[in-house]
């Protein structure tokens, strides 16, 4: 099986090689890259085209805000995952209008980060649990618009499997809960998204919130 492919790019370089020895021990991922600076992020996602790149936001030369916005217009199957300390909702959604498709603090457990870097890979949108509720707030309150009847047309695996989502599980990991192959995942997933009518891994975290699954966050 074809492992991930991941660039580094963060300026500090005894917090790089502390990444890459972590992502390099997993089975299924390698690092193919290391950048300390945003231009040279861009640089090196344009010529090796990595899966994810780990971004740090605080760069010389080019932010990560920036990085990033460049790197999803020249390198649209490159998906960048967000690494910091920042907390800030306005500053978060910035990064996500950007084109990041995921973000997680760098005070997490390095196990959130390896299952981040997953969902990213996988094509799906990551929060780090510890600022869903303060990111998704802000949309709670608009509705979803989402029937009864279509509520009531989820099964019971399609359900569970919207939690475990809700939750940050990757796609590979809700497969290995259930005993089920990725693609009955998948199917599953689509199923139940085009039952309620959403659209992201955002909306399914939303429809979660107002469902009281995520009673924690």
């Not at 990725?182 to 009518?197: C, F």
Request: hydrophobic share 40%; proline share 2%; charged share 25%.
């Amino acid at each position: 099986m074809e492992k991930y492919r991941i660039l580094l790019a963060e300026d500090h370089a005894m917090v790089r090689e502390g990444l890459k020895a972590l992502i390099n021990s997993q089975t299924d991922m390698t690092v193919i890259g290391e950048a300390e600076d945003g231009r040279s992020a861009l640089q090196q996602a344009k010529e090796l085209q990595p899966h994810v790149v780990v971004m740090d936001v605080s760069m010389p030369k080019m932010n990560g805000q920036q990085a990033t916005t460049s790197i999803v217009e020249e390198c649209p199957s490159v998906k960048v995952l967000v690494l910091t300390r920042y907390t800030d909702r306005g500053f978060i959604q910035q990064l996500f209008r950007a084109g990041a498709s995921g973000y997680i603090l760098k005070q997490s457990q390095s196990a959130q980060l390896v299952n981040a870097i997953r969902i990213v890979a996988e094509g799906n949108n990551y929060l780090d649990p510890a600022i869903t509720g303060k990111v998704i707030s802000g949309y709670v309150g608009r509705p979803l618009q989402i029937s009864a009847d279509a509520q009531n047309a989820l099964s019971e695996r399609e359900e569970d499997m919207l939690k475990m989502i809700a939750l940050g599980y990757s796609n590979k990991e809700i497969a290995a809960q259930f005993e089920v192959s990725l693609k009955t995942v998948e199917a599953h997933k689509a199923n139940a998204m085009k039952k309620l009518d959403l659209h992201s891994r955002i909306d399914i975290v939303r429809y979660a919130l107002l469902q009281g699954w995520l009673v924690d966050t």
